[in-house]
């Protein structure tokens, strides 16, 4: 009989372990072992289950780069397992399943990310299912091989590729979709690949590349939006880049006003992306007048990157140590599927 594979759980936080405090019945982490006594069927399940925890654990909103990292070096301390299912809060899993995703260089195993939205002890939760077949994702192999080799987010029934995620429903289970990539599995009475949209096997070693430059931001333009908001966010001290969240297929204002305040932060080097704030579908700059300024400045096209994966790609690579030259040029290509 074939060896049981073994996965390592790394709680992180967030409402699938949540539990109400009896006394206040507000909701408070729980530590693994009530976890455990929640899901009886974890005993049942044929992997080898280890546990690991962030410590402290916390809600999702509360994390960042140094969360990433700590997430990053427990996978890299624990190599002698198969997989990896990350139990976290849905609020940010879409980022940090991107920013996973550049930190873990190599991955050749299954890191699932995947969480609920009403407690484990809770009688209706969508913790107990999203948990347990996150761990048969992470455990599946076919011929020796783990079928998924990359970071991935499980919930409510899909697999998505974490790059490509994004968190569109704040009550329903179905929380997450993947707008601009096909679902890498779906779970029914069987669990069915789409192995056309995974990434293919890559040969390793896991490189972590830990080193990530928070100095970026997000400003998601609207209709009458000052030249004075956008000076002001890209005034900040220590900023290197920014991703503009632009109209349709990434247009924007033409006045003097908002295109001088971009121009300004061109000139003193502040790398500008431009990356659509519509659900679906890609940047297409200079398509319109209304984005030839933007190709005139050098701004980037984030082509159909979501903003999540933008983003942590910016502190990506300003952690790399690369020049504005070289973001320009490596932006906009591929480093693990979360462009095309
Ligand atoms: N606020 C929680 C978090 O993201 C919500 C959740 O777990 O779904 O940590």
Not at 241 to 267: H, K, M, Q, Y
Not at 310 to 319: I, Q, R, S, W
Request: aromatic share 8%; proline share 6%.
């Amino acid at each position: 009989m074939a060896k049981p594979r073994k996965v390592l759980l790394i709680y992180t936080g967030g409402t699938i372990g949540m539990m109400a405090d009896p006394r206040t019945g507000a909701l408070k982490p729980m530590d693994l072992e009530h976890m455990e006594d929640q899901v009886p069927e974890l005993s049942r399940i044929g992997a080898a289950l280890a546990t690991a925890s962030l410590d402290p654990v916390m809600d999702s909103s509360d994390m960042g780069p140094k969360e990433w990292v700590r997430i990053a070096q427990l996978i890299n301390q624990h190599k002698d397992y198969d997989g990896y299912v990350v139990l976290h809060g849905t609020d940010t899993m879409a980022y940090s399943a991107s920013a996973l995703s550049f930190i873990l260089n190599g991955l050749t195993k299954p890191v699932v990310f995947t969480g609920s939205l009403l407690p484990l002890g809770v009688l209706r939760t969508d913790g107990k299912e999203n948990l347990l077949t996150a761990i048969e994702i992470a455990a599946a192999h076919q011929d020796g091989v783990p079928v998924l080799q990359e970071v991935a987010i499980y919930f409510e029934y899909s697999l998505y590729r974490g790059n490509r995620s994004v968190k569109t429903h704040a009550e329903r289970f179905e929380a997450f979709r993947s707008p601009n990539w096909g679902r890498l599995a779906e779970a029914g009475v069987h669990i069915r690949w789409n192995h056309a949209a995974l990434l293919p096997p890559r040969s390793g070693p896991l490189d972590v590349l830990d080193q990530l430059d928070p100095n970026v931001g997000v400003i998601r333009l609207f209709p009458g939006i000052s030249g004075d908001w956008v000076r002001h966010s890209l005034g900040t001290p220590g900023l290197r880049g920014a991703v503009l969240t632009t109209f349709g297929s990434g247009n924007g204002p033409r006045n003097e006003d908002f295109i001088g305040a971009l121009r300004e932060a061109r000139s003193r080097g502040i790398v500008l992306v431009n990356a659509t704030q519509c659900f679906g579908g890609r940047v297409d700059q200079g398509r319109y007048q209304t984005s030839s300024a933007f190709n005139e400045l050098g701004i980037v096209p984030a082509g159909d990157m979501t903003v999540e994966a933008a983003v942590t790609k910016l502190m990506f690579l300003f952690g790399q140590g690369l020049t504005e030259q070289q973001i320009a040029l490596q932006f906009p290509q591929s480093i693990c599927g979360e462009v095309s």
